[in-house]
C-alpha cells in the first residue's frame, strides 16, 4: 500500500522541489515533466508524475485524492500567491528601501510628540501612525522585506508500524551552488555532508542560509542521505557522493530520511560590522572554502545563523545573493588575534602588544541604522596624533558657518587674565571643583599644564547638541572611550597622516610651523614628524575599530573637503552604529 503523509510544493528562483514522505516500501520516481497551459509548473510535474504512479501498489481513492488537490484552483491561486512575493522580491524594479520601517515610525512618533502644537497635519499624522492598520501594514511590509515570510513546515507525522520508515524523496532543478570542498564537508546545492562517526552513514552536516536546499525547506540537518539521483550512496565517502553530484546535470534527486529531530530555526536578523579582512581561500581552517564569504573591514554583515560556534553565516548587508556564505565567529577569531598578537610579542615583531587586553579585541560590532533627526545632531570628532593637523580642519570648518557649528568652552584651574571673559575662553573654576568633577567622571577629557588643570565636560558638549549645533571636538584619543556612549552618538572621524615622507614634503612645501612649539616660530624637527608617525600608529592599533571615516591630511584642501562632505552626511543619510544606540 503506498502511505503518503504529506506533499509540499515549492517553485522559487527557478528551483523546483516537492517533497513525498511516505513508507519505506514506497521508494520509485514520483518526479516527471508534464505540463499544462497556464498551471504552474511544479504543480504540472507532480500531477503528470501521478500516472506514474498508479503502476505502484496504492488505491484509487488515494490517486484521486492527490489528484484533485493538484487541479484545485485554492492551491494554484496559493503558489500563484507565493511566486508573485518571491519573483518580485528577486527583482532590480521592486525591492524595499529598508527592512525597519517600524523603528523608523517610532523615530517620527518622537519627534511629532514635540510638535503636536505647532500645527493640526502634526497631530493628524501624530494619530494616524498610531492606528492599528497602520502599524500592522508597515509590520507586514519588515516582514516581507525581512523574507520573513518563509513557510515553517510541520514535523512529519510518525508511522506506527515499526517496520516503515519516513523516506524524503526530494528534487532540486537548476541549482548552480557550489559542489567542491573539503574533504569531510562537501557543498551540495546549498548544503554540506559528512561521515557520521557513529553510523557511518552520510548525513547533512550544515545547511547554508539561502542557498537551494535551504530555500526548498526540505533539507535539514541531520538528515540521512539514503540515494543521490537514485544512486545508493551507502557504505560511500562524501567524496564519492561529490564526484556523484559533479557528474549530474539538471535535476538532482535526493532520498533522505529525516533527522529524528529538526531544530526550526528562523534566520537571524543581526547585523554586524567586520573589524577585520578575511579571504576564505587563504584560511586553511574553513571547513569549505568555496561556501566561504569574503569580506573588507568596515564590511556590514548580516549574521543569518549563529548556530556553529565556530562557523557563522553571512551575507553582505545590501547583497542581494541569497545563498550566505561561511565567517569565522567571534570566539573563533577572538582566539586568532590573541595566538597572533602572543606569538608576535614573542617573536618581538610588535611592542604595542604589551599593552593589549581582551576588551580592545576588535572582530564584529553588532550594529543597526540610525536615522538622522531635524534639529539634533551628532557631535563630529576628530581624532589623531598630535601635529597632523586637526586644529586647522575644525578652525576651517566652524568657519564655514559659526552659527552652526559650535566647540565646548573648556574649564580650567588657573587664574583669570585680564582682559579674558568666564564662560569665553575658559570656564574658571578652583582647582578643588575641577578635581571633584574629574572624580566623578564629568569631563571627557583633562590634563595639567604648568600646575594647572584643563578640560572639557561632558555637559557642555550635551549642551551644544540639545540647543540644535554641530559640536566640534578634537579631544586627545584617550577621550574616546568617555565619548562613545549612546547619549552622545558621536561621528568619529580619524585624521591620519601620509606616509612619513610624503608627510616631510606636504608639511615642508607649505612652511608648516610646529604644533609642538609653543610660539609656533618654526618648523617641524625630524624626530617630530616621526613622533606623529608613530603617535598615529599607536592610534590605530588601539582605536581603529571605533572610527567611523579616515580622512588622510595629504593636501589640506583636500582633507578639508572631505571633511565637510562628511559632515553634511551624517546630518542627512542613515549610518550604522552600536546596536545598543538605536535600542
Not at 545563498?323 to 565567529?329: D, E, K, T, V
Not at 540610525?370 to 580642519?393: C, D, F, Q, S, T
Amino acid at each position: 500500500m503506498l502511505v503518503i503523509n504529506s506533499i509540499i510544493i515549492r517553485e522559487r528562483e527557478g528551483i523546483s522541489t516537492f517533497y513525498v514522505s511516505c513508507s519505506k516500501k514506497m521508494t520509485a520516481e514520483l518526479m516527471a515533466n508534464g505540463t499544462k497551459e497556464k498551471w504552474d509548473p511544479a504543480l504540472s510535474r507532480l500531477l503528470s508524475s501521478l500516472q506514474q504512479a498508479r503502476e505502484l501498489p496504492s488505491t484509487e481513492e488515494e490517486l484521486g485524492f492527490l489528484s484533485d488537490l493538484l487541479q484545485s484552483k485554492e492551491l494554484h491561486a496559493l503558489v500563484n500567491v507565493h511566486n508573485k512575493i518571491i519573483s518580485n522580491g528577486a527583482s532590480d524594479k521592486f525591492f524595499p528601501m529598508l527592512s525597519t520601517s517600524m523603528h523608523v515610525m517610532v523615530d517620527v512618533l518622537e519627534v511629532l510628540a514635540t510638535k503636536l502644537h505647532v500645527s493640526e497635519e502634526c497631530k493628524e499624522l501624530f494619530y494616524l501612525l498610531q492606528k492599528p492598520h497602520v502599524q500592522g501594514l508597515l509590520y507586514s511590509h519588515d516582514a516581507v522585506a525581512q523574507k520573513d515570510y518563509y513557510p515553517h513546515l510541520p514535523e512529519i507525522p510518525q508511522e506506527a508500524d515499526e517496520d516503515e520508515e519516513t523516506i524524503k524523496i526530494v528534487q532540486l532543478v537548476k541549482s548552480n551552488e557550489p559542489l567542491s570542498g573539503a574533504q569531510s564537508a562537501e557543498p551540495i546545492v546549498g548544503a554540506t555532508i559528512k561521515t557520521d562517526e557513529e553510523t557511518g552513514k552520510i548525513v547533512i552536516a550544515r545547511v547554508m542560509h539561502g542557498g537551494a536546499a535551504d530555500r526548498s525547506g526540505l533539507i535539514h540537518v541531520g538528515d540521512e542521505v539514503v540515494e543521490v539521483n537514485y544512486i545508493n550512496v551507502e557504505g560511500k565517502t562524501p567524496n564519492d557522493v561529490l564526484n556523484i553530484l559533479q557528474n549530474s546535470e539538471g535535476t538532482i534527486t535526493f532520498k533522505l530520511v529525516p533527522a529524528d529531530s529538526k531544530l526550526n530555526i528562523r534566520e537571524s536578523k543581526v547585523r554586524v560590522r567586520a573589524h577585520f579582512d578575511y579571504k576564505a581561500a587563504t584560511d586553511p581552517y574553513i571547513p569549505c572554502k568555496e561556501a566561504g564569504l569574503d569580506f573588507r573591514k568596515g564590511d556590514v554583515l548580516h549574521i543569518v545563523s549563529q548556530d556553529d560556534a565556530y562557523w557563522w553565516q553571512a551575507r553582505r548587508e545590501g547583497d542581494r545573493n541569497m545563498r550566505a556564505g561561511l565567517i569565522p565567529s567571534r570566539a573563533l577569531q577572538e582566539r586568532r588575534i590573541i595566538h597572533d598578537r602572543t606569538q608576535s610579542a614573542k617573536d618581538g615583531d610588535d611592542a604595542e602588544n604589551d599593552d593589549f587586553d581582551r576588551e580592545q579585541i576588535a572582530t564584529y560590532e553588532e550594529v543597526a541604522k540610525l536615522y538622522p533627526r531635524p534639529g539634533i545632531y551628532r557631535p563630529i570628532v576628530l581624532i589623531g596624533a598630535p601635529g597632523v593637523g586637526r586644529n586647522e580642519l575644525k578652525r576651517r570648518l566652524i568657519d564655514t558657518d559659526p552659527d552652526k557649528y559650535r566647540t565646548p568652552t573648556p574649564f580650567t584651574s588657573r587664574q583669570m587674565k585680564p582682559g579674558e571673559v568666564n564662560g569665553k575662553e575658559y570656564f574658571f573654576v578652583s582647582r578643588e571643583k575641577m578635581e571633584e568633577d574629574i572624580e566623578a567622571s564629568k569631563f571627557i577629557e583633562y590634563g595639567e599644564y604648568k600646575g594647572n588643570l584643563y578640560g572639557t565636560s561632558a555637559d557642555s558638549v550635551k549642551a551644544i547638541v540639545n540647543s540644535g549645533h554641530v559640536c566640534i571636538l578634537n579631544p586627545h584619543y584617550q577621550a574616546l572611550k568617555m565619548l562613545r556612549t549612546p547619549q552622545l552618538k558621536p561621528y568619529i572621524i580619524y585624521i591620519k597622516p601620509p606616509p612619513l615622507d610624503k608627510l616631510k614634503e606636504t608639511r615642508n612645501a607649505v612652511h608648516a610651523r610646529s604644533t609642538f612649539d609653543v610660539d609656533n616660530s618654526r618648523g617641524f624637527t625630524e624626530e617630530e614628524f616621526n613622533d606623529i608617525i608613530k603617535a598615529a600608529n599607536r592610534i590605530e592599533f588601539l582605536y581603529d575599530h571605533f572610527f567611523d571615516e579616515v580622512i588622510v591630511n595629504d593636501d589640506l584642501a583636500v582633507a578639508f573637503s572631505q571633511l565637510l562632505a562628511a559632515t553634511n552626511r551624517v546630518e542627512s543619510e542613515p549610518s550604522w552604529v552600536p546596536a545598543s544606540w538605536v535600542q
